[in-house]
Nanobody, 127 residues
Framework: EVQLVESGGGLVQAGGSLRLSCSAS????????VGWFRQAPGKEREELAC????????YYADSVKGRFTISSEKAKNTVYLQMNSLKPEDTSVYYC????????????????????WGQGTQVTVSS
């Protein structure tokens, strides 16, 4: 079964950092754009960042520019989201998604569909 798996979530104090990982179990991410999203209870899903593994281009939502960094390690078939200067309002469930032959900027298109999604990892930032 095709699967994306997120890891790295947890509890951190405000101002701290976390690095989330998104790995694929049964397929190579080389031809995929991989995006990170989050959704808090009662709120809409929010796109955060995306990387196109084919050419390395990235896209960031304004809300995370300068604090979050997306990167890819092809040898480990993993995409990371480094999150710095975390705030209590960053508390959410974080998901990754993969889009075959995708373009990083497409993450900003409302309703754009991705091929695969992970189960999510909880990030809690305490004040």
């Amino acid at each position: 079964e095709v699967q994306l798996v997120e890891s790295g979530g947890g509890l951190v104090q405000a101002g701290g950092s976390l690095r989330l990982s998104c790995s694929a179990s049964d397929f190579s991410l080389d031809d995929y754009a991989v995006g990170w999203f989050r959704q808090a209870p009662g709120k809409e899903r929010e796109e955060l960042a995306c990387i196109s593994n084919s050419d390395g281009t990235t896209y960031y939502a304004d809300s995370v520019k300068g604090r979050f960094t997306i990167s890819s390690e092809k040898a480990k078939n993993t995409v990371y989201l480094q999150m710095n200067s975390l705030k209590p309002e960053d508390t959410s469930v974080y998901y990754c998604a993969a889009d075959l032959f995708g373009i990083a900027s497409m993450i900003s298109i409302a309703g754009y569909e991705y091929d695969y999604w992970g189960q999510g990892t909880q990030v809690t930032v305490s004040s």
